[in-house]
């Protein structure tokens, strides 16, 4: 329970590198839930995400899953709430500010600067998150395939992920 505080501080925090989705929260993520604070290894961090990229709902709610590890059950919720409600208040904050200056003359300027803030936040996520993940050469030809599928094809990702999955049971022990 002593862990409670630091939960809420971590996971607000958080919240708000999330512009362009999770995965541009992730490099900082790495940095607190497991240098800082010391509450999970590198490949538990990785399991959790991933398996929050499967779940259904939103991908970001594994940020309970830490939360309960921290500090059970409170701790989910707290890690939950903290990550979840300061977006959430400046998205509705931000949105009514941003209807009203729809003619101001920075706001295209503004849109178009935070596009590639988004991307760099979001391919600095995958880097971090790919130095775990993509360990060999089996690895890094299933993510180059999922890659190349996803670009190519109309494929459905669920058919990718099981495809992993089947090449990780077999290939992978």
Do not use: C
């Not at 497991?34 to 970001?60: A, E």
């Not at 060999?136 to 459905?156: D, H």
């Amino acid at each position: 329970m002593d862990q409670i505080p630091a939960i809420a501080r971590v996971f607000a925090y958080l919240s708000l590198l999330t512009i362009g989705g999770g995965m541009a929260a992730f490099p900082e993520m790495k940095n607190l839930v497991i240098d800082v604070h010391h509450w999970l290894t590198y490949p538990q961090l990785i399991h959790i995400y991933s398996v929050g990229q499967i779940s259904p709902g939103p991908n970001m709610m594994m940020v309970a899953t830490i939360g309960e590890r921290v500090a059970g059950i409170p701790g989910a919720l707290v890690a939950a709430i903290a990550f979840f409600v300061p977006t959430g208040i400046l998205t509705l904050f931000v949105g009514g500010l941003w209807k009203r200056l729809e003619n101001w003359p920075w706001r295209s300027s503004i849109q178009k600067g935070l596009a590639p803030v988004a991307i760099g936040l979001a391919v600095a996520g995958l880097i971090t998150f790919g130095r775990t993940a993509v360990t060999g050469w089996v690895t890094v030809a299933v993510a180059l395939l999922v890659f190349a599928a996803s670009m190519r094809t109309r494929l459905n990702p669920a058919l990718l992920i099981l495809g992993g999955a089947v090449v990780g049971a077999f290939a992978l022990r």
